[in-house]
């Protein structure tokens, strides 16, 4: 399989008064056709600034370095026209909040039919109240009169995803797109985001702050920390059998519904950082359980264990695969 | 076990939106246990939660704290200090509910003065700081200095400042990062141990809720559905509502489930 998307080396840096301000860290990452990737952080890790990167979105007051190609195509040097064909066609982007990325004062149909405004206007509304049909909304034709306020949040994010599929893309940034639901409408909306992806060949990046959550929905996960990939492999190796200090302290603080109930909970010490209060060696050598003091003064190059790329000069030690048992144990 | 608090059918009609928030919602919390009340937006699980505290008068019903009625805020003034001793509330998002332009100290002591003018401010302050794991050198800090996990830990200081038998925590941990959450949770267990408190705690979470309650209550439209101690209601679900709720948790194999077509 050929790779769709492919970042690499991603910096971003911010501009402030001080100086330039790192929010990511030499970024790679790559995304198969029809594959899904899940980016999994705290706060302030970077992964929406990443995402948007894809875009070619950046923040203001920002310097962007590396590279993104988008199916052969390096995504930085694409001129105005083919980025606006890129932007409307080939990627597609659901949001936490749905209710901000919707115009308040235009009907669902307005916001539907907007991306196909080239074909007349009753085969527009066909392809609408279809689309909606396939996000599991059956009365389309009436919802296409409403306006946002009138629908829940999770009925408005099947809109997003209908939207979103309409134009045909090959992929879909989703970042945080259940975060404000209830976990039943979740449940729901994922499962309608993955029938879309299955029907029109959509290749995912996945966005969250849910481990769980994107274990069940992708076949790849990259766990980023302070604008560093901490961990990346198979979505099943980094889920189940995690190998950095930090994967296996968030596994770790996340209370269990099934399986043995933790007694106590061991949670990471610290606070979250951000990408420009890591020191010159490992981002996450302050919180670490397992910091040496090599870790503190050199940073850790992604190295392949198993299946994965992990960011630690001391994965391999007993004392953190004992850490990671002891959480496949109680699952 | 004797009860604490006792809610008797508690209901809150809003008539404006014709709503019928909670709708005759009873239950007991005993004395030392942490009662989690579970449910999903528009459940009712605030406005029950507010009406106990006395933040909200009910429409009917009545809720009674160590077997004696509880009034509704605006309170008698010479009852005031006494019913705010019973109950604290700590609440989702700290940001919006400490004042920004106060220091730690002053959140703090101004709370300490008007419960006990005569007591040593500075040394309550410090202890407080101390039992939620923050210490002296936060005195001065305002709440823009502070992390989500900090500023959660001063909220629950400023709840501790008037020795409560109760606090309620409405959605405490659910804005903060998983490692943080860790944390507060640890605290929160913690200070139950160690000063003989009684939770009532609110949450959407099922994990969370079975790291921190002995039993549970869970709300769908206004009603208690189902009460059960925490383990038995996550391994043998009784009501169909609580079922689907569990099955929505991701977790090791689980796929998400489409039930039907969007009705809302």
Sequence with gaps: MTSLLEIRDLAIDIKTATGWRPLVHSLSLSLNRSGALGLVGESGSGKSVSTRAVMRLAPEHSRVNGTVVYDGEDVNTMNRGRLREYRSRQVAMIHQDPRSHINPLRTVGDFLTEGVRHLPRGERRELAVSALADVGIPDGRRRMDQYPHQLSGGLLQRVMIAAAVMTGPKLLLADEP???????????????????????????????????????????????????????????????????????????????????????????????????????????AGRCLFAEDHCRTERPAPRLLGESLVRCHRAEDPEIRQAAARIQEES | MTAIIQARKLTKRYESADLLAVDELS???????????????????????????????????????????????????????????????????????????????????????????????????????????????????????????????????????????????????????????????????????????????????????????????????????????????????EHPYTKRLLEAVPGPGWRPARRQAAVA
């Excluded at chain 1, 061991?266 to 060696?281: C, K, L, N």
């Excluded at chain 2, 009852?79 to 730690?104: E, F, G, H, K, N």
């Design chain 1, 178 to 284: 259940t975060t404000a639901l209830d976990v039943t409408t979740q449940s729901e909306v994922m499962a309608v985001l993955g029938e879309a992806r299955e029907q029109h060949e959509l290749a995912l990046l996945f966005i969250t702050h849910d481990l769980e959550l994107a274990a069940a929905v992708t076949d790849r996960l990259a766990v980023m920390y302070a604008g560093t990939i901490m961990e990346e492999g198979p979505t099943a190796a980094v889920s189940r059998a995690p190998q950095h200090p930090y994967t296996i302290g968030l596994l770790a603080s996340q209370p269990n519904v099934r399986g043995a109930r933790r007694e106590r909970l061991t949670p990471i010490p610290g606070r979250p950082t951000a990408a420009h209060e890591s020191g010159p060696g490992c981002p996450f």
């Design chain 2, 27 to 237: 239950f007991d919390v005993h004395q030392g246990e942490c009662l989690a009340v579970v449910g999903e937006s528009g459940s009712g699980k605030s406005t029950a939660a507010r009406m106990i505290a006395g933040l909200e008068a009910p429409t009917s019903g009545e809720v009674l704290v160590e077997g004696e009625a509880r009034p509704p805020v605006p309170w008698p003034r010479a009852r005031r200090r006494r019913l705010a001793r019973q109950i604290q509330m700590v609440y989702q998002d700290p940001i919006t509910s400490l004042d920004p332009l106060q220091t730690v100290q002053d959140t703090l002591g101004e709370i300490l003065a008007f419960h006990d003018a005569e007591a040593d401010r500075t040394a309550r302050v410090n202890e407080l700081l101390d039992r939620v794991g923050l210490g002296e050198r936060y005195r001065a800090r305002r709440p823009s200095d502070l992390s989500g996990g900090e500023r959660q830990r001063v909220a629950i200081a400023r709840a501790l400042a008037v020795n409560p038998k109760i606090l309620i925590l409405d959605e405490a941990v659910s804005a903060l990062d998983v490692s943080v959450q860790a944390q507060v949770l640890n605290l929160l267990a913690d200070l139950r141990a160690e000063l003989g408190l009684t939770y009532l705690f609110i949450s959407h979470d099922l994990g969370v809720v079975r790291q921190v309650a002995d039993r549970c209550l869970v709300m769908l439209g206004g009603r208690a559905v189902e009460t059960a101690d925490t383990e038995d209601l996550l391994s043998k679900p």
